[in-house]
Every structure is written in structure tokens, then in C-alpha cells.
């Protein structure tokens, strides 16, 4: 909408979120090099099942289509349907510096989170650790669990300890409620004080 215009896969996103938010069941439809809207409402012309409905072919590029109208070179064509789900979108964001302790040099890193999607997220947890190559790790660490809001942000501190004469970089993640790191990003290699 910034931009004044968008390719097939952003006006069928946008065209099925609208849809959607006047609580008309709607689907994506993917085609070879395509996007489309399906929408199940009683109508005539090209559809997909799904899920035991029929959700009709709707064109979101050009001009003068009508719902079940279906290009030509899209008809006969097997498509993958993907259902509007609310979701939990999570990007992160981070920064890190020395900080002189007692025992040396330890990395603060404060790790920045959003949540750009449309349904909350519990039980995440902010992650980092130094990385000591081929699948092996030091001092992982992990913060507190916590929940955000559609929208929400939050900023974690997380210090790791000292690691002298190492040469590794960071990986910094979110640790979705199973666990499982999401939204990973790496430092370039350095080696620590």
C-alpha cells in the first residue's frame, strides 16, 4: 500500500486479509509463479476444494475479472492452498559490547523482539551463545520466559561470561514455547578479548 502497487502474492494477501476481516472464508491460492484468492461463497466458474468447501477463483492482478473467472494458462493447473491461519510472526534485533568484570572481558548483548503477526506468543525466551564451530557452543544462555502481545515488543539483557583468547562469533535467536530456536542471526567471527 506504500508503494501504490504490489506483485500477485501482495494483492492476494492484502485482498484476503480484507475478505477475511468481513468474515468471508477465504484461502491462497499458489500456482506455478502465481498467487491468487479463493473465497467460499456460493458462486459459479473455476474453484478449489478445500477442507470440504469450495472456494472460488479470485483474480487480484488486472482488470475485469469476476469471481471463478481463472486465467488460461492457470485452468487445469494444481495449485496449493494455504489457509489463513493468525500466527506469530517473531524478528529480533541486537546489540552487543564489552563490558569489564572481575573475571575479564564479558559480552553484554541486548536482544530486541517483536512480534509482527497477529496472534501472541507465550513462553518465548531470548537466546545466545558464543559459537565454537562444527555443531559445538560456549556458555549458552538463555533468559527468563515471557509472552508478546500481537504487536508487542520487548528488550532482554543477556551477559555471557568471560572467554578469553577464543576466536567465534554470536548466535542470537528466540526460543519458541517447544523450545526450538527461531529467527537465528550470527555476528562475523572475532576473536575475544
Not at 84 to 90: G, H, K, M, R
Not at 120 to 149: C, H, I, Q, R
Request: hydrophobic share 40%; proline share 5%; aromatic share 10%.
Amino acid at each position: 500500500m506504500a508503494d501504490g502497487g504490489g506483485d500477485c502474492e501482495d494483492t492476494s494477501i492484502l485482498t484476503a486479509a480484507l475478505l477475511n476481516s468481513m468474515n468471508h472464508p477465504v484461502v491462497l491460492i499458489g500456482l506455478p509463479d502465481h498467487m491468487a484468492v479463493g473465497v467460499d461463497v456460493p458462486a459459479s466458474g473455476a474453484y478449489y476444494p478445500y477442507n470440504g468447501s469450495r472456494y472460488y477463483y479470485l483474480e487480484t492482478t488486472g482488470e475485469g475479472w469476476e469471481l471463478g473467472g481463472i486465467p488460461s494458462e492457470y485452468e487445469e493447473t494444481s495449485a496449493s492452498i494455504f489457509p489463513l491461519e493468525p500466527l506469530a510472526i517473531l524478528t529480533h534485533d541486537w546489540s552487543a559490547e564489552w563490558e569489564l568484570t572481575d573475571s575479564g572481558y564479558a559480552l553484554k548483548v541486548t536482544v530486541s523482539i517483536q512480534n509482527m503477526g497477529i496472534l501472541a506468543a507465550e513462553g518465548l525466551k531470548a537466546y545466545t551463545v558464543y559459537d565454537a564451530a562444527n555443531d559445538l557452543v560456549w556458555y549458552p544462555l538463555e533468559s527468563d520466559s515471557f509472552d508478546l502481545n500481537l504487536g508487542g515488543e520487548t528488550a532482554i539483557v543477556l551477559t555471557l561470561p568471560p572467554l578469553r583468547h577464543r576466536y567465534t562469533r554470536l548466535i542470537v535467536g528466540v526460543l519458541n514455547s517447544n523450545e526450538l530456536l527461531i529467527d537465528v542471526s550470527h555476528s562475523e567471527w572475532f576473536m575475544t578479548r
